[in-house]
T-cell receptor
Framework: NAGVTQTPKFRVLKTGQSMTLLCAQD?????MYWYRQDPGMGLRLIHY???????AKGEVPDGYNVSRLKKQNFLLGLESAAPSQTSVYFC???????FGSGTRLTVV | QKEVEQDPGPLSVPEGAIVSLNCTYS??????FMWYRQYSRKGPELLMY????GNKEDGRFTAQVDKSSKYISLFIRDSQPSDSATYLC??????????????FGPGTRLSVLP
C-alpha cells in the first residue's frame, strides 16, 4: 500500500518552462489537494478536487492548473514557471489528509 | 495578523523532557483542531485531531484546546530523539469532507537531544 505518491521528487526549471507534477493515490479517496509549503508561510492550498472530473481553486491558484481525469490521479501544471513558484509542493488525499513526500521545485 | 500563529523555533530539549508546542489563532469560528508531524524532507502526517475545547490524549501526546483564549497546545511526554520534527497545527471552522477550510500554522521545529 503506497498511499500517496508524488513524481518527480526534485526538479529545476528555467523561467518560462512548463511542467506537470503527478500525484497518485491508491486509497480510493474522493478528495485530493495540492499545497505549496514555503518557509514561515505554512501550507497554502493551490487547488483541490472533490471527485473525478472536478477541480476548484484554493488560496493561491494563480499560475497553476490542475486536472483530475482519473480518481486516483491529480495533476498540477505550471504553464510558464516563475521564480516565485520555487517551493515544496505537497499532494494530499482524503478528509484527514494523507500527504505525499513532496516535490522540491526550483525555478531559476 | 496571520490567522494562525506558531513560534517557528527551533526548540531544543533534552531527551525525556516534557515538550509544549502552541498555536494561537484569531478566527473564533474554528471548531476543529489538528496537529501534524513533519519529518525532514517528508510530508506531514496527522498526529491528533480534536473538536472544540478540552483535552485529548494518545500515548505520550496530549492535545489541549482553549477556545476562550484562542490557544491550542500539544504536549509530548518523555520526549525521544525520534520526536525531532516540525509540528504543524491546523484548524477548520467546520467538519467538511473537502478540507478546503483547513488553515495551517507555519510549524515549530523541535529537536530532542540524546
Amino acid at each position: 500500500n503506497a498511499g500517496v505518491t508524488q513524481t518527480p521528487k526534485f526538479r529545476v526549471l528555467k523561467t518560462g518552462q512548463s511542467m506537470t507534477l503527478l500525484c497518485a493515490q491508491d486509497m480510493n479517496h474522493e478528495y485530493m489537494y495540492w499545497y505549496r509549503q514555503d518557509p514561515g508561510m505554512g501550507l497554502r492550498l493551490i487547488h483541490y478536487s472533490v471527485g473525478e472530473g472536478t477541480t476548484a481553486k484554493g488560496e493561491v491558484p494563480d499560475g497553476y492548473n490542475v486536472s483530475r481525469l482519473k480518481k486516483q490521479n491529480f495533476l498540477l501544471g505550471l504553464e510558464s514557471a516563475a521564480p516565485s513558484q520555487t517551493s515544496v509542493y505537497f499532494c494530499a488525499s482524503g478528509s484527514r489528509y494523507t500527504f505525499g513526500s513532496g516535490t522540491r521545485l526550483t525555478v531559476v | 495578523q496571520k490567522e494562525v500563529e506558531q513560534d517557528p523555533g527551533p526548540l531544543s530539549v533534552p531527551e525525556g523532557a516534557i515538550v509544549s508546542l502552541n498555536c494561537t489563532y484569531s478566527n473564533s469560528a474554528f471548531q476543529y483542531f489538528m496537529w501534524y508531524r513533519q519529518y525532514s524532507r517528508k510530508g506531514p502526517e496527522l498526529l491528533m485531531y480534536t473538536y472544540s475545547s478540552g483535552n485529548k490524549e494518545d500515548g505520550r501526546f496530549t492535545a489541549q484546546v482553549d477556545k476562550s483564549s484562542k490557544y491550542i497546545s500539544l504536549f509530548i511526554r518523555d520526549s525521544q530523539p525520534s520526536d525531532s520534527a516540525t509540528y504543524l497545527c491546523a484548524m477548520s471552522p467546520i467538519l467538511d469532507n473537502y478540507g478546503q477550510n483547513f488553515v495551517f500554522g507555519p510549524g515549530t521545529r523541535l529537536s530532542v537531544l540524546p
